[in-house]
């Protein structure tokens, strides 16, 4: 537990403040207010793909010090996904609703962007794509990959993840139907 980038966790509670963290306590929020552990860079936990690591069992979303905002709404988009889903096992994105968006985006994709985002990538992972959209949603960039290919490679999930961030009902959501 320590500072990340002007942010205090003291507690384990995000209290706020200034630095380039500002302005996603109410992600915090909305994700159920996981606890946040600190920690060294070195952690073996660390997610290999983008830097941070989510533990639904204890709902913790674990960063390394220094960590970009990118990858901390990222791993909080993780908790996101779980305090949104059925329960324990089902998360938001083992559901039906974000299947269809996801499924709908991979089938699109280009045959370069599908290289790195395709079903074979590290986004081949339903909640993987998920937590990233968070990410690319709040902060611009994605933790993995450029913000504006992901845009690009994953138009409904994100429409769904910024519909799900802004706090609007699912009947608000009309699946798009037309290739980009
Ligand atoms: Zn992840």
Avoid: C
């Avoid at 403040?17 to 929020?29: Q, R, T």
């Avoid at 968070?134 to 450029?146: I, K, L, M, Y």
């Avoid at 769904?160 to 009947?171: A, D, M, N, Y």
């Amino acid at each position: 537990m320590g500072d990340l980038q002007g942010h205090d966790f003291r507690g384990n509670q995000w209290t706020g403040g200034g630095g380039a963290l500002a302005g996603h306590e109410d992600l915090h929020a909305l994700a159920g207010s996981p606890r946040v552990e600190v920690t060294s860079k070195n952690d073996t936990r660390l997610e290999f793909g983008v830097g941070g690591y989510y533990e639904p069992d204890t709902h913790t979303v674990v960063v390394p010090e220094g960590a970009s905002p990118a990858v901390v709404t990222h791993e909080l988009g993780h908790a996101l996904d779980q305090h949104l889903g059925m329960d324990k096992n089902t998360p938001f994105t083992a559901t039906a609703d974000f299947g269809v968006a996801y499924r709908i985006d991979q089938e699109r994709m280009d045959v370069y962007d599908r290289q790195l985002l395709g079903r074979t990538s590290y986004f081949g992972k339903r909640l993987e794509a998920f937590a990233e959209a968070v990410a690319v949603a709040r902060t611009g960039e994605g933790a993995g990959v450029r913000g504006e290919r992901f845009t690009r490679s994953f138009p409904r999930v994100l429409a769904l993840v910024k519909e799900k961030l802004s706090g609007q009902p699912r009947s608000t959501w009309t699946p798009p139907t037309r290739v980009r």
